[in-house]
């Protein structure tokens, strides 16, 4: 009991010692209990992978192909590392063929595209601007024909004050947690209000298409055809609906805009309360010729220019667990 006493008078007397040995104590341990969470993984995923791999091939089958398209500069340039150790073991382990194809430059994942040999699996390793070039670059192909080639997206389209706030975050890393808040208050600072002027025209939403049979369907006979072709050339065109935007923040309100801000920043998908939801079809923004920015697509920047966007079905094919399926229900 005398040494327990002791503990705590010593621990007492050296309160800011103590302190800081338990935070550091406590981050070390988080650390630790996150690695082994990693490691038990890892070696569930090469325990299953191994299984699949001691199959017999018949004479005459080849192995299975997998083309891996590796951007370096991911992840902090730790997208090499992490595929070396996550991803690679799985692969050799289920007895796949890999070809890994590192990116040196912006652009090259869409290119490649068009070079891609036969393989049974594509492999993205890198952030979401190295996902979306892969995925311009495979649907592309198919519209060769046209003039000016579309940009496919899986995320989001972003313009506007929270997209340029956003990029400039990272000037504050050595604030730590607080980048963030510094960024939307440095940004208020140098410019307020913030206006940005744009119209938006649009559809309203439509039914999804039904899904393709598997098996063809019989064409319809000829007089339903030609009845099916009148209807559609009487039929009037949808109104497309046009909205002018202003984006301007009022001047007296600074500290609950920039709440409103950081909120946005750390759920993209909460709305704030004087925000403007509307659903659409197909829906396209016309910004100013001069000083309109630049847009994120995907987290990639590009030039503002008009720009189209339309919603495109059964263009992918992406599989999840049933959860996530269930809460993606939900919320549509």
């Not at 969470?37 to 192995?63: H, W």
């Not at 307020?192 to 309203?204: M, Y």
Request: with cysteine; hydrophobic share 40%.
């Amino acid at each position: 009991m005398a040494r327990v006493v002791k503990v705590l008078r010593t621990l007492r007397n050296h309160w800011k010692k103590s302190t800081f040995a338990v935070c550091v104590l406590s981050y070390g341990g988080h650390w630790l209990y996150g690695k082994h969470c990693d490691s038990v993984l890892r070696r569930e995923a090469c325990q299953e992978a191994r299984e699949f791999g001691r199959k017999l091939i018949g004479p005459q089958e080849s192995l299975q192909k997998a083309t891996v398209i590796l951007n370096p500069a991911a992840s902090k340039g730790k997208a090499n590392s992490l595929f070396e150790k996550n991803a690679a073991p799985i692969l050799h382990l289920a007895g796949i063929e890999v070809k890994v194809i590192k990116t040196d430059y912006e652009g090259q994942a869409k290119k490649l595209m068009d070079l891609m040999e036969q393989t049974d699996m594509l492999i993205v390793a890198g952030g979401d601007g190295t996902l979306q070039e892969v995925i311009t670059g495979l649907l592309r192909r198919a519209d060769q024909s046209e003039k000016e080639q579309p940009v496919f997206a899986l995320l989001s389209l972003r313009w506007g004050s929270f997209r340029d706030v956003a990029t400039s975050v990272s000037k504050y890393w050595y604030l730590g947690p607080l980048k963030t808040r510094a960024a939307h208050w440095f940004s208020s600072l140098r410019e307020w209000p913030q206006t940005h002027d744009a119209s938006v025209s649009f559809l309203p939403p439509v039914p999804r298409p039904p899904d393709l049979p598997d098996v063809k369907p019989v064409r319809p006979s000829l007089l339903y055809r030609i009845y099916r072709r009148l209807k559609n050339y009487w039929t009037p065109p949808a109104e497309v609906k046009v909205l002018p935007l202003t984006l301007i923040y009022p001047g007296d309100d600074v500290i609950c805009v920039i709440g409103c801000r950081i909120k946005k920043a750390e759920n993209p998908l909460e709305n704030t309360e004087q925000a403007l939801q509307m659903e659409a079809s197909v829906c396209r923004l016309n910004v100013p010729q001069e000083g309109a920015g630049f847009y994120d697509i995907d987290n990639e920047a590009f030039e503002a220019v008009p720009v189209e966007v339309k919603l495109l079905p059964r263009k992918l094919r992406f599989f999840c667990s049933s959860e996530r399926k269930d809460q993606l229900a939900q919320i549509n």
